[in-house]
């Protein structure tokens, strides 16, 4: 008998979930859109998400989800043949590039297969580039695939001298590990807000530097994409390119409210950086006496603060039984050297401690009921990170 019903445990790195407070602010009849306070409103929206980011210069929302912002910003950037630089660790980074070749601009990869960046092979490549023909520097905070996470201010200098826009796919990362765009000198952001935003799918918001709108496309934009068009105006329609989607702005705003005004984003950044430990010490304890359970990031610096990635013999079986008989769902091993020996358990947004260890319980008894081989004390590892952080 499965022991299954009851609430769901939902561990998958987007979409995170979302609070019954942001789902019911959303609970709302459509108001008049040409109504003077909804657009003061949604201007309050937009500089809670220019907070989020750590900017003060221009945000453009999209309606769709993380593929829109990465297509609506190299919209704004670039001609045919331009040629840009994308920093790959894993599937998100890959399909990136992949678009990006689709949209007909000339990409090279600098690859680093399921592993995490390396600021000196940029700086090498960089100073490689002698007639400066590389206009951008692309890469994802956080690779959710893998699990990686980038340290952009490192790739940042080792940009220096080199003229190439920074941009970052913070889709992962935002609301979950520190974000400081104008700090760190990022010149384009882009983010989604089903994941540490902890809404609902659908939107999207690209951030701009000064900068990159000074160096970006200037003739053809398509008038839907054009960034400019939405992050200088005061209409609300032609904020959002038509009808805004109300009921998500009622829902951003609550999400917004609890990240910074009620629990505060350092405190947030702090709860991830916690969860993802515990979550590290159960692996760590499973992974003993060459069981083959391990964590393939091996840095913790370089680990994404809001999924991890698992290899794990029969990662799959153990996948379909923690949901079949114990209500859990995990991440599956996306673009993993072998998908069917990985898995993800996402610490992603609105999470807590008692979700971590419904999660790594399940696991526990998943891998005993399965006879994988595993080492002991991975659920008291995991409590006592959370005892004595
Ligand atoms: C989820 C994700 C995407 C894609 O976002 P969608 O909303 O699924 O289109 C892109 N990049 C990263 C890093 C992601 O985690």
């Keep these: 008998m499965s022991l299954a019903h009851g609430h769901d445990l939902i561990a998958i790195p987007g979409p995170s979930p979302v609070p019954a407070r942001v789902l019911n602010a959303a609970h709302r009849a459509s108001p008049d859109i040409y109504d003077d306070g909804l657009a003061e409103f949604n201007l309050s929206v937009m500089?809670?998400?220019?907070?989020?980011?750590?900017?003060?210069?221009?945000?453009?929302?999209?309606?769709?989800?993380?593929?829109?912002?990465?297509?609506?910003?190299?919209?704004?950037?670039?001609?045919?043949?331009?040629?840009?630089?994308?920093i790959t660790c894993g599937h998100f980074g890959r399909s990136w590039a992949q678009m990006l070749e689709e949209m007909g601009i000339k990409v090279e990869?600098?690859?680093?297969?399921?592993?995490?960046?390396?600021?000196?092979?940029?700086?090498?490549?960089?100073?490689?580039?002698?007639?400066?023909?590389?206009?951008?520097?692309?890469?994802?905070?956080?690779?959710?695939?893998?699990?990686?996470m980038a340290d952009i201010p490192a790739l940042k200098a080792a940009m220096s001298g080199h003229p190439a826009l920074l941009v970052v796919d913070a889709i992962a990362s935002l609301g979950c590990a520190p974000m400081k765009m104008d700090e760190w000198g990022v010149d384009v952001l882009?983010?989604?807000?089903?994941?540490?935003?902890?809404?609902?799918?659908?939107?999207?918001f690209v951030w701009f530097s000064d900068r990159a709108a000074e160096q970006g496309r200037k003739q053809g934009v398509s008038p839907y994409?054009?960034?400019?068009?939405?992050?200088q105006s005061q209409a609300l329609w032609r904020f959002w390119g038509g009808t805004p989607p109300v009921q998500q702005i009622f829902a951003l705003h609550e999400a917004l409210t609890m990240i910074m005004e009620e629990e505060g984003l350092p405190?947030?950044?702090?709860?991830?950086?916690?969860?993802?430990?515990?979550?590290?010490?159960?692996?760590?304890?499973?992974?003993?006496?060459?069981?083959?359970?391990?964590?393939?990031?091996?840095?913790p610096q370089t680990r994404a603060?809001?999924?991890?990635?698992?290899?794990?013999?029969?990662?799959?079986?153990?996948?379909?039984?923690?949901?079949?008989?114990?209500?859990?769902?995990?991440?599956?091993?996306?673009?993993?050297?072998?998908?069917?020996g990985a898995l993800r358990i996402a610490h992603m947004g609105h999470c807590n401690a008692a979700m971590m260890m419904g999660a790594l319980g399940a696991i526990e008894a998943g891998l005993t009921a399965l006879d994988i081989p595993h080492g002991h004390g991975a659920l008291e590892a995991a409590a006592t990170s959370i005892a004595r952080f």
């Design 47 to 86: 500089a809670q998400l220019k907070r989020l980011a750590g900017t003060t210069q221009n945000l453009a929302p999209y309606i769709g989800n993380g593929h829109a912002g990465w297509e609506a910003s190299a919209a704004n950037l670039f001609d045919c043949g331009d040629h840009v630089l994308v």
């Design 109 to 148: 990869r600098l690859d680093f297969g399921n592993l995490p960046s390396d600021p000196a092979r940029l700086a090498e490549r960089l100073a490689q580039d002698r007639n400066r023909t590389i206009r951008a520097v692309m890469v994802c905070q956080t690779d959710t695939a893998s699990a990686t």
């Design 190 to 204: 882009i983010a989604a807000s089903q994941k540490g935003m902890m809404c609902l799918p659908g939107t999207s």
């Design 225 to 231: 994409w054009n960034w400019t068009l939405r992050a």
């Design 267 to 299: 405190a947030v950044w702090t709860r991830h950086a916690r969860l993802a430990r515990v979550v590290w010490a159960a692996v760590d304890a499973w992974g003993a006496n060459g069981s083959g359970i391990a964590l393939p990031v091996r840095d």
């Design 305 to 340: 603060l809001s999924v991890t990635a698992v290899t794990m013999p029969r990662a799959d079986e153990l996948r379909a039984w923690v949901t079949r008989e114990c209500g859990v769902t995990l991440g599956v091993g996306l673009g993993a050297d072998d998908p069917a």
